[in-house]
């Protein structure tokens, strides 16, 4: 057991018999009757189930599983007999005091240590007390004061009682008449995570995409679930609490694992969410970052190249999006989880080159999708207020001119948006618009390739 990083020296232990304990019977954890599935939210939570076979002895006995979540809610902790018998609950614990350097030596505080240094030397004696630098033990030569950083080996004549390896689980039961039995057990953990990724490449007119889909697992619940059962849940699903307790952390992800053209996920309808359900066991490590593959690129068609200009909302650029209808007719047509969809475009030598990025939020079928990519370099558009009247004390009149020039070598149509306010009518204008709400109003512009337009209106406000 080695504690180096968190002593800055080398701790030996001679580990003496803890006390005695009710008797544990238990599978070991490589038995292959365990059986797990995950269900994992975007919420930073998962729902654990597994399934494993144990052996008890008749009447009370301490049944321990030390492979658990460490960010595990303790509260909802559900655990049943399937098979083989039946055995009642008397109490269940969750431990989580674990062993490492400085816990050994705080609750080894009045026990005996060893301490040899890097001169050979050797103290014993009780432990007084410790801290980044220095050991203080009652020796018989009296009370030294150690340098830790000159000290190479410390050991404990004891572990002290409590103090375990990893979080475990232990139930008090009751078993009428020994013999195996198979168990269920299921809790709700924080520190595992999904979230989807899309990768969109435009064709040359803009008018079509290839789009695929892949999950992004995060796992820093403290524990690894090997060839599992993986369900994913898209939604928003109500949590009176939201965070557990957070035995482990800190973790940090410290590998990533891409999984490379797997089968695609099933998904089906579930309450009023949407379940994806991987077609086949996955093993998710702990601090690792899993990439599974959501669904085959599909090709969509009827994609719109929209440019938009909001200057009130969204500044003097004119702001360009994709628009496609996540429709079977149009190619796609499956309830899509929220995540960042990367756009690419091919460029003339063959290459894909970058060209935005924007997040979607949770999209059912036959809804819109609408991608954000960024400003037009070629397509400018400025606003200004050329008049201003108060008709009375309720009334006021205003008229904007919005500029729009197009520098492409093709025609383009530019939506202005427009924001009046309060009770409004618009008395003038030189364009048709639509009201899109009580606030919002859209002008169509087109301008042809190298040309300019010009959009006028007039508004009439009652406050």
């Known amino acids: 057991m ?18 005695a304990r009710a008797q544990i019977q238990a599978a070991p954890e490589t038995d292959g009757n365990r059986q797990l599935s995950v269900t994992v939210y975007n919420q930073d939570i998962a729902l654990v189930r597994e399934e494993r076979s144990i052996h008890l002895a008749g009447g009370r006995s301490t049944l321990r599983y030390a492979d658990v ?12 007999p399937v098979s083989g018998g039946d055995f009642r609950v008397l109490e269940q614990n969750f431990q989580y005091d674990l062993v490492s350097g400085d816990r050994l030596l705080e609750r080894s505080l009045e026990g005996t240590v060893r301490v040899v240094g890097k001169d ?4 014993e004696g009780k432990l007084l007390s410790f801290d980044g630098g220095s050991i203080v033990i009652d020796t018989k030569d ?16 004891q572990l002290p009682g409590g103090l375990i390896s990893r979080p475990t689980l232990a139930w008090l039961v009751d078993a009428q008449g020994a013999g195996s039995r198979r168990t269920r057990l299921s809790y709700l953990t924080n520190g595992l995570s999904w979230h989807a990724e899309y990768v969109a490449v435009v064709n040359p007119e803009d008018t079509g995409l290839s789009l695929g889909g892949w999950v992004s697992i ?69 601090r690792e970052s899993k990439q599974i593959s959501l669904f085959e690129p599909a090709d969509v068609k009827n994609v719109e190249k929209k440019y938009t200009f909001d200057a009130e909302r969204l500044g003097n650029k004119v702001n360009v999006t994709l628009e496609f209808k996540n429709a079977q007719a149009s190619g796609l047509g499956m309830p899509l989880p929220a995540g960042t969809v990367r756009v690419y475009k091919q460029d003339k030598d063959g290459s894909q080159e ?56 093709e025609r383009v149509t530019v939506i202005v948006i427009e924001h009046p306010q309060g009770d409004w009518e618009i008395t003038q204008k030189s364009s048709d618009f639509t009201k899109k709400d009580a606030q ?18 007039t508004v009439r406000t009652q406050s």
């Open 69 to 80: 979540a460490a960010q595990i809610d303790p509260t909802s902790v559900h655990l049943i």
């Open 354 to 409: 970058f060209v935005g990025e924007d997040r979607i939020d949770h999209t059912p079928q036959d809804e819109k999708v609408r991608l954000a990519l960024g400003k037009a370099f070629d397509v400018v558009a400025e606003r200004k207020q050329t008049n201003f009247r108060r008709i009375s004390d309720k009334v006021t009149e205003s008229s904007w001119e919005i500029d729009v020039r197009n520098r492409k070598k």
């Open 218 to 286: 995060e796992n820093h619940s403290g524990a690894t679930y090997p060839e599992t059962k993986l369900k994913l849940v898209a939604g928003d699903v109500q949590l009176v609490r939201q965070v557990f307790a957070k035995y482990a952390a800190g973790m940090r992800t410290d590998m990533m694992a891409a999984e490379a053209a797997p089968p695609p996920f099933a998904e089906r309808g579930f309450f009023e969410f949407h379940l994806y359900d991987l077609q086949r066991p996955t093993t998710i490590a702990d």
């Open 440 to 457: 919002t109003v859209e002008f169509p512009v087109t301008i042809e390739a190298g040309g300019e337009g010009k959009l006028t209106y």
């Open 120 to 123: 050979g030397g050797v103290s």
């Open 2 to 19: 080695n504690f180096e990083r968190t002593l800055g020296l080398v701790l030996c232990c001679t580990l003496l018999a803890a006390p």
């Open 142 to 157: 009296g009370i030294k004061i150690l340098n830790r950083s000159e000290t190479r080996e410390l050991s404990v004549t």
